[in-house]
C-alpha cells in the first residue's frame, strides 16, 4: 500500500504559469516532507523541505504548502520555465530532517513546461 | 570529490550472476543510503549506513542484496543470482548527520540483468 501518493503522472504547463504538483499521504506520523526534482540520467536533486509544524515554505519560485488534516501537500513553481521540465518526486519522513532514516517517495509527476 | 559518485554507470549482467555496485559518498558525510528505483516508480529504500554500521537494512529484499561500508566512507551493494526483477537504477546518496536540508543524490548505476 502506497504511503505516498502523487496520482498526476504528468502535468504539461505553459512558460510563465503557475504549475501545481500534488501530493498525498497516508502515514499521520511523516513529520517531515520534501520535494525532489529529477533530470533524465541523473539522480534526483532536493529542491525544498516542509516540517510538519509549519503549512508554507518558500524559496524564489518554489512554494510547498502543507494541510496536515487533509494528508496533503503542494509543490507551487511560479512563474514556471522551460528548464523546470523535469519529474518531480514527493518524499516523507518520520524523522524531523530524513538524514536519520529512509525517505518514502511518490511516483512521481513529469513536468512539460512548454515555451 | 564534490557529489556523490556511483560507479558503473551501467552494467549489464547475465541471470545468476553476482554484481557489486560502488558508491563513493560526499566527503565528511557519515550517513550513507541505497535506494533502487524501478521503472515507472519513485526510489525506494533499501539501507542506510551511518558510520561503518547498517543502522536500518530493513528495505533489502531478500537475502542476496548486501551492502557494506568498511571504512566509513565508500560503500559496495552486493547482488548475488541476479533475477531479471532486479534490473533497475540503484541509487546512492549520502548526508551529514543532522542535515535538515535532505540528502545528495549520485547519478546512479542502471543494473540490466538478461
Known amino acids: 500500500d502506497q504511503q505516498v501518493k502523487q496520482n498526476s503522472p504528468s502535468l504539461s504547463v505553459q512558460e510563465g504559469r503557475i504549475s501545481i504538483l500534488n501530493c498525498d499521504y497516508t502515514?499521520?506520523?511523516?513529520?517531515?516532507f520534501l520535494w525532489y526534482k529529477k533530470y533524465p540520467a541523473e539522480g534526483p536533486t532536493f529542491l525544498i523541505s516542509?516540517?510538519?509544524?509549519?503549512d508554507k515554505n518558500e524559496d524564489g519560485r518554489f512554494t510547498v504548502f502543507l494541510n496536515k488534516s487533509a494528508k496533503h501537500l503542494s509543490l507551487h513553481i511560479v512563474p514556471s520555465q522551460p528548464g523546470d521540465s523535469a519529474v518531480y518526486f514527493c518524499?516523507?519522513?518520520?524523522?524531523?530532517?530524513?538524514?536519520?532514516?529512509?525517505?518514502?517517495f511518490g511516483k512521481g509527476t513529469k513536468l512539460s513546461v512548454k515555451p | 570529490g564534490a557529489g556523490v559518485s556511483q560507479t558503473p554507470s551501467n552494467k549489464v549482467t547475465e541471470k545468476g550472476k553476482y554484481v557489486e555496485l560502488r558508491c563513493d559518498p560526499i566527503?565528511?558525510?557519515?550517513?550513507l543510503y541505497w535506494y533502487r528505483q524501478s521503472l515507472g516508480q519513485g526510489p525506494e529504500f533499501l539501507i542506510y549506513?551511518?558510520?561503518?554500521?547498517?543502522?536500518?537494512d530493513s528495505g533489502l529484499p531478500n537475502d542476496r542484496f548486501f551492502a557494506v561500508r568498511p571504512e566509513g566512507s565508500v560503500s559496495t551493494l552486493k547482488i548475488q543470482r541476479t533475477e531479471r526483477g532486479d534490473s533497475a537504477v540503484y541509487l546512492c546518496?549520502?548526508?551529514?548527520?543532522?542535515?535538515?536540508?535532505?540528502?545528495?543524490f549520485g547519478s546512479g548505476t542502471r543494473l540490466t540483468v538478461v
Open positions: 546518496a549520502s548526508s551529514r548527520t543532522g542535515d535538515n536540508y535532505g540528502y545528495t
Open positions: 502515514n499521520s506520523m511523516f513529520d517531515y
Open positions: 516542509i516540517s510538519s509544524i509549519k
Open positions: 518524499a516523507a519522513s518520520r524523522n524531523y530532517g530524513g538524514s536519520q532514516g529512509n525517505l518514502i
Open positions: 566527503s565528511g558525510h557519515t550517513a
Open positions: 549506513f551511518q558510520g561503518t554500521g547498517a543502522a536500518d
